[in-house]
C-alpha cells in the first residue's frame, strides 16, 4: 500500500471518478444524499468516521465537484491524526466499486484484464493523468509512454505508426478508452496472463513507486554468513523479505536521505559482487548482487533515490511525470509559437496580395482616365480645328489654340511623372517578392535539415535497439554458461560424495572396541595393536622361510630378517602417507563444499 503524496491528488482523482459516476444528468453536481452515502464510506476506509455531515456543510446549496473536493481535504484528509495509517488502497476501492459499474459492462469483464486488473490500470491512470484537470483525462503522448512500456513488459514490439494511426485525431484519452483500447489492440495475440501480468508490474512501478526489486544475498550482522533476500527499493524505505512471494518480511530501511551507497572493490572469496548501503554512522548494510550489471542498476538506483530525497519529492514516477510534463508542455509551446509566427506571415503575404491587387486596379483605373482624356484631347482637337477653319482671321482663337497646346504639354508631364512612380512601385514590389521567395527557401532547408536530423535519430534508435538484442544474446549466453557450470558443480559434488561412501577392500571385519584403536589405511579401528603385532609376526616368519632354503641361507638370515622388517616398516609408513592425503584430499572437497 503507497502512501499518497501530500496533496492527496491520486485520491483527488480517484474521488472525481465516483462524483462523475454520481452526476447521472451530467450537470456537475450532485444530490447532497448520495455525497453523504460516500463521504461516511470514505471516511470509514481512512479511520476518521466522525466526519461533518454533508447536509449541514453545504446547506441547500448545489454541490460541484470542486466545492466537494475542498469539503473532502478539509475535513477528510487535514482531520487525520498523526498516528492513523489510512489504507488509500480501500480508498481507491471504494470510489473504483462507484465508477466501474456505471461504465465497464459485464460484456468488458469477460475478455482481457480481471475487474482487480482494470483497476490496477485505473490506479495508473489517476497518477499519470493531467493535473487539477477535469473531466480527468491523460494526455496523449502520455497515453504513449504508458503503453509502450506496457508492450515492453509483454515482450513485444512497440510500433510507432500503428499508435500515430489511431491516436492521430485524439489529444487526451479517458481511463475507459484507455481500458478499451489495451483490451483490443494491444491484448490481440497475447495470452491473458501475460497481459495481467504485465498490468501489474506497471502497477508496482508506476503506483506502489517500486524503483526496483530483485534477489540479492545480504551478509549477517550477528551471523557473518550470506543468506538470499528479496530487496524491494522504494522511493522512503528498502525492503527485504526471505522470497519473491513478499510474506515473510525480514526487515526495512527507513530515511534514504543520511543514506550512502558504495562499491566494495572486486569479487568476494565467494565470488560475489557486492556493494556496501551505509544508512547510518553506526548501521550498514553489506549486500551481493549476482553479477556486475546487476550491481551497478541497484547502485544506481539507491543513488536516484537519494538524490530525489534530498529534493524533497516522495515520488519518483511524479517526479518523472512532471518532468515529461514540463517537456512536452515547453515543446507545444515553442510549436505554438511557430505556428504563430507562420500564421503571422501568411497574413502578411495576404495583405501584400491585396496591396497588390489595389495597385493593378489603380493602375486600370489611370489607364482608364488616360483612355478618356484621350478621347477628350481628341475631342478637343476636333473642335479646335473646327474653330480654326470658322476663326481663321481672329487672332483670340489662335491664342486659345496656342494655350491649348501649353495644357496638352501639362498633362503630357502629368503622365510621364505617373509612369514614374508606377514604375517605382513595381521594382518596389518586385523586391518584396524577392524577399519572401528567399523567406521561404530559407524555411525549406530548415526543414530538410530537421527532416536529415530526424532520419539521423531514427537510425541511431534502431543501432540502439540492435545492441539491445545484442547485450539480450549475451546475456543468455551467459546464463547457458553459468548453467553449465552448476551442473559442472553439481556433478563433481556427486563424486566427491561418492568417493565420501567407498571404502578400499581390505581385512574389514567386525573387531571389538577398543580404549585406543590403531589407525591405519584401512580406516579407523581396522586392527587393534595385539592384533596388528600378531600379524607382523606371521609375515617375518614367512619371510625368513623363504630366505632359508639350505644351510648357506642360515648365515644370511640375520640380515634377511632385517631386510623382511625394513620392507614391513617401509609398507607401513606408505600406508600411512596414503591414509594421511586421503583424509586430506577429503577434507579440501569438504571445504569446498
Not at 162 to 177: E, G, N, Y
Not at 459 to 480: G, H, I, M, N
Request: charged fraction near 35%; charge should be negative.
Amino acid at each position: 500500500m503507497s502512501a499518497p503524496s501530500a496533496d492527496r491528488q491520486d485520491q483527488l482523482c480517484a474521488l472525481w471518478h465516483a462524483f462523475h459516476a454520481l452526476d447521472e444528468k451530467r450537470e456537475g453536481t450532485v444530490q447532497k444524499s448520495k455525497l453523504k452515502v460516500l463521504t461516511h464510506s470514505l471516511g470509514t476506509v481512512v479511520n476518521h468516521p466522525s466526519v461533518e455531515d454533508v447536509e449541514k456543510h453545504f446547506g441547500d446549496q448545489a454541490v460541484s465537484f470542486q466545492a466537494y473536493a475542498d469539503f473532502v481535504k478539509t475535513v477528510v484528509f487535514q482531520g487525520l491524526s498523526g498516528n492513523t495509517n489510512p489504507d488509500w488502497n480501500r480508498f481507491d476501492q471504494v470510489c473504483w466499486q462507484i465508477c466501474s459499474g456505471k461504465h465497464l459492462s459485464k460484456e468488458r469483464r469477460e475478455k482481457v484484464l480481471s475487474d482487480s486488473h482494470a483497476f490496477q490500470v485505473w490506479q495508473v491512470f489517476n497518477r499519470l493523468a493531467e493535473p487539477n484537470r477535469y473531466p480527468l483525462v491523460m494526455d496523449i503522448e502520455e497515453v504513449q509512454f504508458l503503453l509502450q512500456k506496457l508492450v515492453g513488459a509483454m515482450g513485444g514490439q512497440w510500433v510507432e505508426a500503428d499508435f500515430q494511426h489511431f491516436s492521430s485525431s485524439l489529444a487526451t484519452m479517458s481511463v475507459w478508452q484507455l481500458i478499451a483500447c489495451i483490451e483490443t489492440k494491444y491484448s490481440q495475440g497475447i495470452e491473458p496472463d501475460t497481459v495481467m501480468e504485465s498490468v501489474t508490474q506497471l502497477h508496482r512501478e508506476l503506483v506502489l513507486d517500486v524503483v526496483k526489486e530483485g534477489l540479492m544475498s545480504k551478509k549477517g550482522h550477528v551471523r557473518t554468513n550470506w543468506k538470499e533476500r528479496w530487496f524491494v527499493l522504494k522511493p522512503c524505505s528498502l525492503v527485504y523479505y526471505t522470497g519473491k512471494d513478499q510474506k515473510d518480511k525480514k526487515g526495512e530501511v527507513h530515511n534514504p536521505l543520511p543514506w550512502r551507497v558504495e562499491l566494495l572493490g572486486e569479487k568476494s572469496r565467494e565470488g560475489k559482487q557486492r556493494l556496501l548501503l551505509t544508512t547510518s554512522a553506526d548501521m550498514s548494510y553489506e549486500m551481493a548482487a549476482p553479477d556486475l550489471r546487476s550491481r551497478q542498476a541497484w547502485i544506481t538506483a539507491i543513488q536516484n533515490i537519494i538524490d530525489l530525497s534530498k529534493t524533497g519529492c516522495s515520488s519518483l514516477v511524479k517526479k518523472h511525470a512532471q518532468q515529461r510534463r514540463e517537456v512536452r508542455d515547453k515543446r507545444r509551446a515553442e510549436e505554438k509559437k511557430e505556428e504563430e509566427r507562420k500564421r503571422k506571415d501568411s497574413e502578411l503575404m495576404e495583405e501584400q496580395r491585396k496591396e497588390l491587387e489595389e495597385e493593378k486596379q489603380a493602375r486600370s483605373e489611370a489607364e482608364a482616365r488616360l483612355a478618356q482624356e484621350t478621347v477628350l484631347r481628341e475631342e478637343e482637337e476636333q473642335l479646335r480645328r473646327e474653330l480654326e477653319e470658322m476663326n481663321r482671321q481672329l487672332e483670340k482663337l489662335l491664342q486659345e489654340e496656342r494655350q491649348a497646346k501649353k495644357d496638352e504639354e501639362v498633362v503630357r508631364a502629368l503622365q510621364a511623372k505617373l509612369l514614374q512612380e508606377e514604375f517605382e512601385r513595381r521594382e518596389q514590389l518586385e523586391k518584396l517578392k524577392a524577399d519572401q521567395d528567399r523567406l521561404l527557401e530559407d524555411e525549406r532547408k530548415q526543414r530538410q535539415d530537421l527532416e536529415q536530423q530526424w532520419r539521423e535519430e531514427q537510425q541511431r534508435l534502431e543501432q540502439l535497439q540492435q545492441e539491445r538484442e545484442a547485450a539480450d544474446q549475451q546475456l543468455q549466453e551467459a546464463s547457458k554458461k553459468l548453467q553449465e557450470a552448476e551442473e559442472k558443480h553439481k556433478k563433481m559434488m556427486a563424486a566427491v560424495e561418492e568417493r565420501k561412501r567407498w571404502k578400499p577392500p581390505g581385512l574389514a571385519k567386525l573387531i571389538q572396541p577398543s580404549a585406543r584403536p590403531l589407525i591405519t589405511h584401512r580406516g579407523l579401528g581396522a586392527f587393534t595393536e595385539g592384533e596388528f603385532e600378531i600379524q607382523k609376526q606371521k609375515k617375518l616368519s614367512e619371510g625368513s622361510d623363504q630366505l632359508l632354503p639350505d644351510e648357506g641361507g642360515v648365515e644370511e638370515s640375520t640380515p634377511g630378517d632385517g631386510g623382511g622388517q625394513s620392507q614391513i616398516i617401509n609398507i607401513q609408513k606408505e600406508e600411512k602417507k596414503e591414509e594421511r592425503s586421503s583424509d586430506e584430499g577429503i577434507g579440501e572437497e569438504e571445504k569446498e563444499d
